[in-house]
Every structure is written in C-alpha cells, then in structure tokens.
C-alpha cells in the first residue's frame, strides 16, 4: 500500500501521531484532541499486523463511505453502487453503523477495488473472505471480522463526505473529510487533516531525525536518560 509519489511516503503511523500531538499542543489547534489516532482498527490483509512500517506506508487521497441499517428508509440511496465509483489512487475508508454483526467489505469489493485502482480500505467494523483479501494482496485495516454479508443488514447510504470514525468508545472520535490523508501500517491508523499535511511533514522530518539519533546512541550503549536527555533535550 505504499505510495511513494505522494508526500510523507516514509514516515509511520507513530511518527504521524507523535507529530499530530506536537502540533495540537503547540498551536492550540482544535479538533485534534485524538490526534488523528483511529485505535482498535488493524491491518488484516495481506498479513496480520505485520510488515515493514517505513517504506510500505499508504498515504492517500481519502474516499470515505457512510453505511446505514438495511432498515433505515430514510437514508439517503445511492444510484449507484459505490463500488463503481472509487477513484483511483484512493483508499476507501468506511463507517459502519454500530453494533452490527455483519461485514461491510469482502472479497468481490476488493475485485473491484483493485481494478479500479483503489489502494487500500480501512472499515471501522467488520470485513469477511481474509483469505480472498489476502491472495490479492489488497490493504485491509478494519476493527475484526465476520462471516456474515452485507446484503440483508446494511447499506452505503452517502460518498465523500464527512465520516465520523469511533469504533472505542473511550477514545475521541476522528471526523474524517474527502481529501484528507490516511496513514496506516501495522501499528494502526491515524488521518491527517488536508490542511495539516505539510506542517506534519516537516514535524516527522524533525522528530525523526532526532530518534536515529537516539537510536544509534542507545545500541552503543548509552543509557535512555543520558540520551534522551542529550537529542530530545
């Protein structure tokens, strides 16, 4: 799922999040109180919470979709699936209403996806067929799974726009708005508002340099206090 044309290919979840909090204690900016962090949501496919986490960053124009109940009339309906409709380049990111058993991404979605250029999805639910996701080799970050479809329980109801992501109850919730980037690995998910993306990006490029610092110091043997104490200051 990297995407090394686009900014910040490099840096990781950890690095984004460290960076978001920095930003949101020394700039006073609002609606940061999650720093972007998604907790509880994994990477899936095409491992379990494994593989290199600097160099195989996705970090992409955001696609978002909201679902509702099957039952819910009311709802705004598609005219068509949204599946058809993912540009390419993108991740789809997906909010699936709560307390729901079914899954809300499968394999026949990541079929499409891919051939329409799609470069990952993160669900803050439930996706099914692991097995599909991974022989395709397709990103996939969501909260756990199901074995269960989407048909006879839940509906895409409204694309690209604004997506309310809290799958734990006691963390802040992350809004999420078409264009805004995600970065995921197999530490987890965070979102950085579009209008954030290059003070973050000069923000990993600090802080980073300052840990292979640190790091290089701590294998020859230097202790965390005199360290940190020496490169963080």
């Not at 460290?18 to 006073?28: F, G, I, P, T």
């Not at 970050?141 to 997506?163: E, Q």
């Not at 992350?174 to 003070?199: C, R």
Request: hydrophobic share 40%; net charge neutral.
């Amino acid at each position: 799922m990297a995407n090394t044309n686009a900014p910040l290919p490099f840096f990781s979840s950890c690095d984004v999040a460290d960076a978001l909090q920095v930003l949101r204690k020394s700039e006073n900016i609002p609606n940061l109180e999650a720093a972007g962090y998604v907790p509880d949501i994994h990477l899936w496919s095409p491992l379990f919470k494994a593989g290199n986490t600097r160099g195989n960053i996705p970090l992409l124009a955001l696609f978002s979709k909201g679902m509702v109940p099957i039952t819910d009339k009311s709802a705004p309906k598609l005219s068509e699936h949204f599946a058809d409709t993912i540009p390419e380049g993108s991740v789809i990111c997906i909010s699936q209403p709560e307390n729901m058993a079914n899954a809300v991404w499968g394999g026949l979605m990541t079929a499409r996806a891919q051939i329409r250029g799609a470069l990952g999805v993160v669900v803050d639910g439930r996706i099914r067929d692991l097995n599909e996701q991974r022989e395709a080799g397709f990103p996939v970050f969501a909260k756990t799974t199901s074995i269960m479809g989407a048909g006879d329980h839940t509906r895409a109801s409204r694309i690209n726009v604004p997506i309310t992501m809290q799958p734990n109850k006691d963390h802040p919730a992350v809004t999420i708005h078409a264009g805004d980037y995600v970065v995921a690995d197999a530490d987890g998910v965070v979102v950085i508002p579009k209008d954030l993306l290059a003070k973050v990006e000069a923000q990993c490029k600090k802080a980073t340099a300052i840990d292979d610092q640190c790091m290089t110091a701590l294998k020859n043997g230097e202790g965390i206090a005199v360290t940190f104490k020496k490169y963080r200051g």
